[in-house]
């Protein structure tokens, strides 16, 4: 009889081979996505297929038959000693007996998606820097004398067409004795490398390891430091978790701390030592977490902004603070962990995304990376809402971008009762436009303050200010009820009609929560705190209008809030106030931590990297501090939501 036909989905690849060919290497003569590890030994079971019955069953005997022969003894063994899911095989034992169709499950694909909590963001494709190969070397022999690392690269080459991979002294130091555990056979990491890097060992295990490698996610922001602990094998996050950045100390901002290296000698790298050891006390924390040793971290990847990704790699950022703000560098970097003094793999590499301009950092590259405003077909708005606002518009024909000193108003700071968003803190606010009386609601639980048991679902945290969140929906709903003008100048009580409306100094505060009669601190919206709103937010809105000029447009088609502040920004609230530009409501969408998503994809993913330096290259960058336009919209945009634009869609 011919040769039976095989067909694999999902990718619809097929081809004829003789009876009794693994469907393995079927799969790897059609260049499917098939996974191993062990080299078809039967071992590490990443091979898995599910074969498909279908019209195919009739055929006759096909891999899918459950008798196993003599041929499965192996797959037997694997699957008394550790179990595979009903109707699962191990496609490098399963042979092909007559036609078939064969399905490859995602887990078995090494380019596998990830899929991301989102609809709408785009799936990860799996392509880390480093892999595990298991591999069987040959035993040292007098009459042929080679070193036992020579023979375990030919193995690399021979049994995984691995060309010219290299070691490190660290490898060697650990080589004999692993081998000779392992019985010849051993496991290692392999880092890939690229054009101008051969492949690495970087690890080495005797026998099978049946674990996982993993490579770091890390956001430096000039506040919190956020990392993903990610497993190199399955792309899943296998911990999460954040510390304040330790560089606090010397400012609260980023000029702040650009002051603080100008005025103190050596103050830069104090900054440096601090953010890298905040650093490591993270990795610690987050292995710890995780329940994994840090020596198997043999990746990184950090999104940040151009000082802290200056003061990171211990360079000073003097120049990033005062014009033409240059950049010690923009390239994408690539490096290895200990020249940071990163404390996790003795051999890991460390990847930095490239930043877009003198304020337009590589967490701006990171979100272009993850929302992909140079794939979209309909004109988006991107902008991270942090202590600097960092704002990409465009589409798939053209991308701007630029950064906006939003200051740290939106984060809870210089506002009279502010606070960081924490257990305690009001972060939803209400205010009937009749009685104007407010209610609200605190991080920690989920009962407005005029419902029963609100009392006691506070109880542990009491009431203790007010977050970022909080306050712009309060000044939002503020004017909303007639308390606020356009100008942000709060009523008194005769001219409000209610006696929450309390005078403060020359001004008028409006009353959320009095201690005195109702416990805990007494929380006020002053007009001081209205001021801070209004800067922070003009300040936004006319980045994004400076974008949209230059764009050539005055409306958007969606817009996109990312930051971990983003993510809890009511849409609407932030429209009233005019903080982001006329938009249909539902097309406002919120993206989460876009920067720590974009660090995420650039380290599952090494062709991502390549992808966002080339779309880095391509982004117009616009410098709002010597755009003359800028000022004019800051001016009009204090306004609320705005005295020059219109807003029609937010008052239809
Ligand atoms: Fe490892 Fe099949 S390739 S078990």
């Known amino acids: ?178 081998l000779r555990k392992g019985g010849w056979k051993v496991t290692v990491a392999v880092h890939l490398g690229d054009e101008n890097h051969p492949p690495k060992i970087m690890h080495i295990w005797p026998g099978f390891y049946e674990g996982s490698i993993y490579g770091l996610a890390v956001d430096l922001g000039s506040t919190t430091i956020a990392a993903h602990l990610c497993d190199l094998k399955t792309g899943e996050v296998v911990a999460s978790s954040g510390i304040m950045n330790p560089q606090i100390r010397f400012g609260e901002d980023l000029m702040s701390r650009v002051s603080y290296s100008m005025m103190n000698k050596g103050g830069d790298q104090e900054m440096t030592r601090a953010v890298r050891e905040g650093m490591n006390a993270l990795f610690t924390q987050i292995a710890a977490e995780a329940e ?22 211990g360079i000073d950022p003097f120049e990033l603070g005062q014009a033409p703000f240059a950049l010690a560098t923009s390239n994408a970097l ?29 967490d701006a590259a990171a979100v272009a990376l993850s929302e992909a405003p140079d794939k979209s077909e309909d004109l988006v708005l991107v902008v991270d809402v942090g202590t600097n606002a960092e704002i990409l518009l ?34 939803r606010v209400e205010i009937n436009p009749e009685t104007k009386e407010p209610r609200f609601r605190v991080i920690g639980s989920d009962i407005w303050s005029d419902e029963d048991g609100f009392a006691a679902a506070v109880a542990t945290t009491g009431i203790t200010g007010i977050c970022g969140s909080g306050i712009i929906e309060a000044i ?61 937010k003009a300040a936004l809105y006319s980045g994004a209008r400076l974008l949209m000029d230059k764009f050539g447009i005055d409306t958007v088609d969606r817009v996109v809030l990312a930051g971990a502040f983003g993510a809890h920004i009511s849409a609407k609230h932030a429209m009233v106030l005019g903080m982001i530009p006329d938009c249909v409501l539902d097309k406002v969408t919120s993206a989460g931590n876009a920067a720590g998503t974009g660090a995420r994809i650039a380290l599952l993913n090494t062709k991502a990297r390549s992808e966002i330096e080339a779309t880095v290259q391509q982004i117009e960058k616009i410098e709002t501090a010597v755009e003359p336009r800028f000022q004019e919209h800051f001016v009009n945009a204090s306004a609320i939501p705005n005295s020059a634009e219109p807003f029609p869609i937010l008052n239809s």
């Open 476 to 536: 939002a709903e503020m004017r909303m009820a007639g308390l606020l003008d356009a100008s942000g100048l709060i009523g008194s009580a005769e001219q409000t009609g209610t006696t929450r409306c309390i005078q403060d100094g020359r001004t008028n505060a409006y009353l959320l929560w009095d201690g005195s009669v109702e416990g805990g601190p007494t929380i006020t919206v002053t007009n001081p705190d209205i001021r801070a709103i209004q800067m922070a």
């Open 334 to 362: 690539a490096l290895r962990a200990v020249e940071l003094d990163l404390n996790i793999h003795p051999a890991a590499r460390v990847y930095l995304l490239p930043c877009i301009a003198g304020h337009v950092g590589a």
């Open 394 to 427: 465009g589409n798939k024909d053209k991308v701007l971008a630029c950064s906006s000193p939003t200051g740290p108003a939106f984060e809870g700071a210089q506002i009279s009762s502010g606070q960081r968003a924490a257990p305690g803190a009001i972060e």
């Open 1 to 178: 009889a011919s040769h039976p036909l095989v067909v694999f989905t999902p990718s619809g690849k097929r081809g004829r081979f003789p009876v009794g060919t693994p469907v393995l290497t079927a799969a790897r003569q059609l260049g499917v996505d098939l996974d191993s590890v062990c080299g078809g030994r039967g071992i590490c079971s990443k091979c898995q297929i599910t074969p498909s019955y279908g019209e195919f069953s009739k055929h006759g005997v096909t891999v899918a038959d459950d008798a196993l022969t003599e041929w499965n003894k192996v797959e037997q063994r694997y699957k008394d000693k550790r179990g595979l899911i009903d109707g699962r095989r191990l496609g490098c034992q399963a042979q092909v007996q007559g036609d078939v169709v064969i399905d490859v499950p995602p887990e078995s694909q090494v380019h596998r998606q990830v899929v991301r909590k989102r609809a709408e963001a785009r799936d990860i494709t799996m392509n880390p820097s480093t892999r595990l190969y298991y591999v069987e070397v040959e035993e040292p022999d007098m009459h042929k004398p080679t070193g036992d690392m020579e023979r375990l690269i030919e193995a690399l080459d021979a049994q995984w067409d691995l060309k010219g991979v290299k070691t490190d002294l660290h490898i060697l130091s650990v080589l004999q004795p692993a």
């Open 292 to 313: 994994i040793d840090k020596a198997l971290i043999v990746d990184a990847v950090f999104v940040c902004n151009p000082v802290m990704h200056h003061l990171f790699l």
